[in-house]
């Protein structure tokens, strides 16, 4: 069988299942084309390879138990595969790490314009998970040196080996702290996708989601509790004209309606994505009771 026509048939199969799509894709067709051209180490973007390359039984099988996988077990295909795009950068995907997903991507390749005025040299990444973020922004900034930070000692090893991946170990740094509890220094750019997500958002997630970390997810006081704790503290570790970008998903609403005396600047993006905010210093200084 062709790898196209393989393609077709396991989509086929994924839309006859109860499956739940985001963690990198949004429909059946996608997913397939994900999990199959990842598991072969082929470009799903040649149409050549894909409508003349065919099958062995050996991948075969080792394709039919990754269909299985994510059809019995809901796994999620970056943890099938153990890989995982951002940025347009490839990185090791794990359950000790929320999958990327962040629409900070698309500020990334656009090197934050026009919310920079100059390319940041230092840059943190908190509550970095696997490093996608952090590192991503590295690859793009070459003159910066980046900080990793996130309480999970599991998160970090992971983070650690996309450090190694992408060979940015000389200006990637990883730091366990509870939030900015040990993070030293201050950045020209504070980036942060933190936990966000309810209790009761929690408990009713997909059968996908849930088997990501929670700690990377759960934040309390209705998902607000994290990102409020970030933005008390923030200003500290960031140079007088430095800048905070931070997600927090469909809990936009929630937080905008409880700071409603803050100038939030909601972010748009051309690629879909939402709940992303940009504050500057001098706003985090200017507005810092209203976080408490």
């Known amino acids: 069988m062709k790898v196209a026509d393989y393609i077709q048939q396991v989509a086929a199969r994924f839309e006859q299942a109860p499956l739940c799509y985001g963690h990198g894709t949004d429909n059946a067709l996608d997913e397939a084309a994900y999990l199959v051209c990842a598991s072969l180490g082929i470009d ?62 698309e500020l990334i390749q656009n090197r934050f314009e026009p919310l920079l005025k100059t390319a940041p040299l230092r840059i943190l990444d908190l509550c970095t998970g696997g490093g996608c973020i952090g590192i991503a922004a590295a690859l793009e900034f070459l003159d910066a040196r980046v900080v990793l930070a996130d309480i999970s000692a ?41 936990p966000y997500v309810s209790r009761a958002e929690v408990d009713s997630l997909p059968a996908e989601y849930i088997q990501e970390p929670e700690l990377g997810l759960l934040s309390e006081d ?68 209203c976080f408490s």
């Open 44 to 105: 799903f973007t040649d149409a050549d390879i894909l409508t003349t390359r065919e099958l062995h039984s050996d991948e075969m099988a080792q394709l039919e138990t990754r269909v299985s996988r994510r059809i019995d077990q809901y796994e999620p295909v970056a943890y099938i595969t153990g890989q995982a795009w951002f940025a347009g950068h490839c990185f090791h995907a794990d359950p000790r790490a929320l999958i990327p997903r962040s629409p900070i991507a």
């Open 154 to 194: 599991d998160a970090l090893a992971l983070a650690a080996e996309n450090i190694l991946l992408h060979g940015v170990q000389d200006r990637v740094t990883i730091v366990r702290s509870d939030l900015l509890e040990n993070v030293r220094g201050k950045f020209d750019l504070i980036l942060c996708n933190p």
């Open 222 to 289: 209705d998902g607000l509790e994290i990102p409020l704790q970030i933005l008390q503290t923030a200003a500290a570790r960031l140079h007088a004209e430095g800048l905070l970008v931070m997600e927090v998903g469909f809990s936009h609403a929630l937080l905008a309606e409880r700071l409603h005396e803050v100038p939030l600047l909601w972010l748009e993006f051309e690629h879909g994505g939402e709940g992303v905010f940009a504050l500057t210093t001098s706003q985090l200084q200017q507005y810092g009771g």
